[in-house]
C-alpha cells in the first residue's frame, strides 16, 4: 500500500530554515510528479509545490517563490522541500503527496514559525 512519511518539522524563529523530507513507497516513484501541501489551522490544504517525475522542473506558489525549494531523490524514493526565510505565516502542517492525486495522505510535519 502506498505510504508517505513526512519528517524535519520543527519550531524555528522568522528568517530561519527548514528541511522537509518525505519517503515514499507502495508506488512507482519515477512515474510521478511529486508535490508539498500544507494546511494551516481553519484553512484549507493548499499546494506550496510540485515537481515533474524526472526532477527538472519545480513550480511553486507565489507565496514561496524564492525561498523554498523542492527536489527529489528516485534511488532513495524520497522528496525534499528546502524552506529559507521562513514567515510566520508559514505556519502549517505540511504534507508530501503525488501531485493531483487527493488520498493516501501521510501523518504530515508541523511547521511553526515563531519568535
Known amino acids: 500500500q502506498v505510504q508517505l512519511v513526512e519528517s524535519g518539522g520543527g519550531l524555528v524563529q522568522p528568517g530561519g530554515s527548514l528541511r522537509l523530507s518525505c519517503a515514499a513507497s507502495?508506488?512507482?516513484?519515477?512515474?510521478?510528479?511529486m508535490s508539498w501541501y500544507r494546511q494551516a489551522p481553519g484553512k484549507e490544504r493548499e499546494l506550496v509545490a510540485t515537481i515533474t517525475n524526472g526532477g527538472s522542473s519545480g513550480i511553486y506558489a507565489d507565496s514561496v517563490k524564492g525561498r523554498f525549494t523542492i527536489s527529489r531523490d528516485g534511488a532513495e524514493k524520497k522528496v525534499y522541500l528546502q524552506m529559507n526565510s521562513l514567515k510566520p505565516e508559514d505556519t502549517a502542517v505540511y504534507y508530501c503527496?503525488?501531485?493531483?492525486?487527493?488520498?493516501?495522505w501521510g501523518q504530515g510535519t508541523q511547521v511553526t514559525v515563531s519568535s
Open positions: 503527496n503525488r501531485w493531483k492525486i487527493n488520498r493516501d
Open positions: 507502495g508506488f512507482t516513484f519515477s512515474m510521478y510528479a
